[in-house]
């Protein structure tokens, strides 16, 4: 049988079957456990100390815990207990064993007296039990003198351990202007101790920073407001401390803190308002439509969507003129062009701007108006604009067999600023390559410059440009298409070579080919062709041609009893006429064969047998052919070679008079009086020139230089004007590739490097005519001879002239 219990209130209960036991410090009722019912008087016996005659079977009560502090902080082992047997007569003789949990490392046993001791802290919140088993042993055999019994060592908690906010610090957010009591956060503190025994882990929440704004449940832990109409936009952050303390706040007991940060949240209890309710803006006259114009800004001292604004015009002159928008990222208002501005039409605007809230809260309503007006005045600045063309686009039709010079088109522009410049006209010459156009610079009158053909550009479009005398860099451009028109211009003919057969056995009045027609032109009303034999050929006894009124026409053959060795092939001229005005018609040779067909009309053979040459030539026949053509070549070479020759060559004989191209102009001219070397109307009407009679030549001298105007073709219309004239005859100048040239150079192979007077020229000369002596001219040769009597010492008297 075992007994426990403390050293302080160690008794030795025997021979009763009975154990005591000890809980911590206190002394437990002590229990007799018997399997049967004590008999009167046995008792006694029982109590005596006389020996027994017999012995009986005892049963032991039930031992099962110790207690013991936790975080004993002495130097000696902690006494936890005793352990004994009722077999252990204090002679040594037992000897008790302790296992389980801990045994030999936390807890030690005396082998011989029991006594149970901690040998190490120990603490509840990491271990609050142990489980051992206690054994009784004969020192001497090893033998267990009981069985191995079980127990618990329960470690008894005190207060050694404070709250703790384990999710601490705490972020938190609760709107602005929110009511009393609005709950914002709760927090939770823990306490390690045993919330079973005592007060230890019994905790209360107390607020230590953070009144009287908010306040904290002290059995819940719920944070909440405790101050009404708190402004975000005044204080924003707040920083509150909790406390949370064991032992129910009394004290003694420990605390542990942790820290809130609350933010307000922000709600729309602010009005926009515009800090200038004036704006003065300006903008240039050529800002295109959609620039900026300037910003203006209502500030809002909320935040987020509460501070989302929209701008709008509400009134002015300028609402049609200008446009808002808002900036989604800065929330500003930003004015733009709406439509076209110009400062000779308006010089300035003026606007009202409202800015608002469009997201608004029921209960904020009566701390507005949510919005705000300004007024924006806008001048518009003048700027140097190109010139405009008015139309903005021209469209014109012109024949194809327009002359040339023909004003087609008046273009107009003008400037649009008040000083309204000088404008002048031109072409971009990228827009017509072929320089079929050309307008006048100062009228804008557009002009044809070349001969126009449908058929080979049927529509041009080419660019206008007008630019300002007094600045250049403004110039304005206008898109011109032209469509060219047609006129019949073009004679029908066939799309094709035609090459027909007629069989030798061909009867009269039999088709042996349809032909058709194609014509260049376009005619309004359809093409339409008619179709006959030519004059030559009109009594043409072999074949004749019938119309079918669908442009396309029939031959047919006139007779019967055709033969190849008669004639193989027969040509027939067709003439085609179109409907256009003025009719124009064309001929087309049809090439017809005879041939050899069957009864069927298939062709068997179109190469008469009486006209076929010989299969081989003799040799006589080959040299003599060869030799003609040898005879032919020399005389080729040799007409080639004279024509070469011919030319003057550049160094002549003596004997023979140098001119050197030098003409000769004895005229200087008469001024105002002198009517006979020029006619002036000749440029201005050139046809009226030539009909009143051949044109006045001078009397007093004949022209070295005839005028170059023969060459040039007089085309220029009764009343046209110079320009037309001028702009003829420089395209026929450019045609005429046979035509002088208006400027000539004159090639002078006698001085430099080659001759012995080196150069002629008075580039070089320093010094004037009188210094200079020309003596050396003499020793020069018969060369410069004229030269040397000219200007060169004489012997003799020198003659007057």
Not at 78 to 99: A, N, P, T
Not at 416 to 422: Q, R
């Amino acid at each position: 049988m075992w007994t426990s219990g403390r050293m302080s209130n160690a008794k030795s209960w025997l021979g009763l079957g009975m154990s005591l036991y000890f809980c911590g410090l206190m002394d437990l009722t002590t229990t007799v456990l018997s399997s049967t019912p004590t008999p009167p008087g046995k008792l006694e016996e029982l109590l005596s100390d006389k020996p027994q005659s017999h012995s009986r079977t005892k049963r032991s009560w039930v031992w099962n815990q110790f207690f013991v502090l936790e975080e004993y902080t002495g130097t000696d082992p902690l006494y936890v207990g005793k352990l004994h047997s009722d077999m252990d007569r204090g002679d040594g003789s037992i000897k008790y064993i302790l296992s389980g949990e801990g045994a030999g490392v936390v807890f030690t046993i005396d082998d011989t007296t029991g006594d149970i001791h901690a040998i190490q802290r120990l603490d509840r919140e990491e271990r609050a039990q142990y489980t051992l088993r206690a054994q009784a042993l004969d020192r001497r055999t090893g033998r267990p003198m009981e069985p191995e019994s079980e127990f618990i060592i329960k470690i008894q908690d005190i207060n050694d351990n404070e709250p703790k906010f384990l999710d601490g610090p705490y972020v938190a957010t609760v709107p602005e202007m929110s009511p009393v009591g609005t709950s914002v956060i709760q927090v939770t503190a823990t306490d390690a101790d045993d919330p079973t025994y005592g007060n230890s882990a019994r905790v209360v929440y107390s607020i230590l920073q953070g009144q009287p704004y908010f306040s904290v449940d002290s059995k819940t832990g719920v944070i909440r407001t405790a101050l009404m109409n708190m402004d975000r936009e005044a204080k924003e952050y707040y920083e509150v401390i909790i406390q949370a303390k064991d032992m129910g706040g009394q004290l003694g007991g420990l605390a542990g803190t942790t820290t809130v940060n609350i933010t307000l949240s922000d709600v729309n209890d602010n009005p926009p308002r515009f800090p200038q309710k004036h704006y003065q803006m300006s903008v240039l006259e050529s800002a295109p439509v959609s620039s900026t114009v300037g910003r203006v800004f209502a500030k809002d001292l909320d935040e987020g969507i509460n501070a989302e604004m929209k701008y709008t015009i509400v009134d002015g002159d300028g609402a049609d003129t200008f446009d808002i928008n808002t900036d989604p990222n800065f929330q500003v208002g930003i004015i733009t062009v709406k439509k076209p501005l110009s400062f000779e039409s308006k010089k300035s605007y003026t606007l009202k701007v409202e800015g608002a809230n469009p997201h608004l809260e029921m209960r904020f309503l009566n701390l507005g108006p949510f919005q705000d007006t300004t007024t924006v005045h806008i001048s518009v600045e003048d700027v140097d604009e190109p010139p405009v063309f008015e139309p903005g686009f021209y469209f014109v039709e012109v024949p194809e067999d327009v002359a040339i010079g023909t004003t087609i088109q008046i273009i107009s522009a003008k400037d649009p600023d008040v000083t309204n410049n000088s404008i002048r006209y031109s072409i971009d010459r990228s827009s017509d390559p072929g320089r079929f156009f050309y307008v006048d610079i100062t009228t804008g009158a557009l002009m044809t410059a070349r001969p126009l053909d449908r058929e080979e550009f049927s529509w041009h479009n080419i660019t206008v440009l007008a630019m300002e005398m007094n600045n250049p860099s403004q110039v304005g451009s206008v898109s011109v298409t032209i469509k060219v028109l047609d006129v019949n211009d073009n004679a029908p003919e066939f799309p094709r070579f035609y090459e027909a057969f007629v069989c030798e056995n061909a009867k009269a009045g039999q088709l042996i080919q349809t032909v058709s027609a194609v014509d260049q032109d376009d005619p309004r009303n359809g093409q339409h062709f008619y179709y006959r034999l030519a004059p030559e050929a009109a009594n043409n006894p072999n074949f004749t041609i019938r119309d079918n009124q669908d442009n396309t026409a029939r031959i047919l053959t006139r007779r019967s009893g055709f033969r190849q060795q008669e004639q193989s092939v027969f040509y027939l001229p067709v003439l085609i006429s179109d409907n256009g005005q003025p009719v124009l018609s064309s001929t087309g040779t049809l090439t017809i064969q005879v041939c050899s067909c069957d009864d069927d009309g298939h062709v068997l053979s179109c190469s008469p047998e009486a006209y076929m040459l010989p299969v081989s030539l003799s040799r006589g026949a080959l040299i003599a052919i060869l030799a003609c053509i040898f005879v032919l070549l020399v005389l080729v070479l040799l007409i080639l070679s004279m024509r070469r020759h011919r030319k003057q060559p550049y160094i002549i004989d003596d004997e023979e008079n140098i001119h050197e191209n030098i003409v000769r102009y004895d005229d200087e001219g008469g001024g105002e009086e002198d009517t006979e070397a020029f006619d002036i109307a000749a440029m201005w009407n050139p046809r009226e020139a030539q009909a009143g009679g051949a044109p006045k030549s001078r009397q007093d001298m004949l022209p070295e230089i005839e005028s170059l105007s023969r060459y040039v073709p007089q085309t220029c219309a009764v009343n046209s004007s110079v320009h037309n004239y001028v702009l003829a005859k420089l395209y026929e100048a450019d045609m005429d590739l046979w035509a002088p040239p208006f400027d000539s150079l004159q090639t002078y192979m006698f001085e430099g490097d080659g001759s012995v007077a080196g150069s002629l020229s008075s580039l070089q000369s320093a010094t004037s005519d009188s210094e200079q002596s020309f003596d050396f001219l003499t020793d020069w040769g018969p060369r410069f001879r004229k030269l040397a009597e000219l200007y060169g010492a004489s012997e003799g008297p020198v003659p007057l002239w």
